[in-house]
């Protein structure tokens, strides 16, 4: 896997977490024109959650604007996503992924689109109320 993702786990509503994506290739997250973080819940289509391009300029669902932030670590190895105030509709596998090549993209239209990407194989975050 290029990416892996961890920091899942289950909290309570209003509870937080911050989720980590490392690439195993270096350099591959600072090649890449946008990264960003997806969901899947039961049942359920994957959606795009967040997207951050490479000068750092972020994007966000409405559903989470004001309780997610993604990030990038300076020495972009690291992709985050800090989660607060969660809610039971946000329970479902998390993932990162990034376009397959370091082509130029729009990056608040790729994170909604169905474009290729590569992925990480997902953590789990479980909300309960």
């Known amino acids: 896997e290029r990416l892996v993702e961890s920091g899942g786990g289950s909290v309570h509503t209003g509870g937080s977490l911050r989720l980590s994506c490392a690439a195993s290739i270096p350099e591959y997250i600072g090649r890449r024109y946008c990264m960003g973080w997806f969901r899947q819940a039961p049942g359920k289509e994957r959606e795009g959650v967040a997207t951050i391009d490479w000068y750092g300029t972020t994007y966000y669902r409405d559903s989470v604007k004001g309780r997610f932030v993604i990030s990038k670590d300076t020495a972009e190895t690291t992709l985050y996503l800090q989660m607060n105030n969660l809610k039971p509709e946000d329970t479902a596998m998390y993932y990162c992924?990034?376009?397959?090549?370091?082509?130029?993209?729009?990056?608040?239209?790729?994170?909604?689109?169905?474009?290729?990407?590569?992925w990480g194989q997902g953590t789990q975050v479980t909300v309960s109320s």
């Open positions: 992924a990034a376009p397959p090549s370091s082509a130029r993209v729009e990056c608040d239209q790729w994170y909604l689109s169905p474009a290729e990407k590569d």
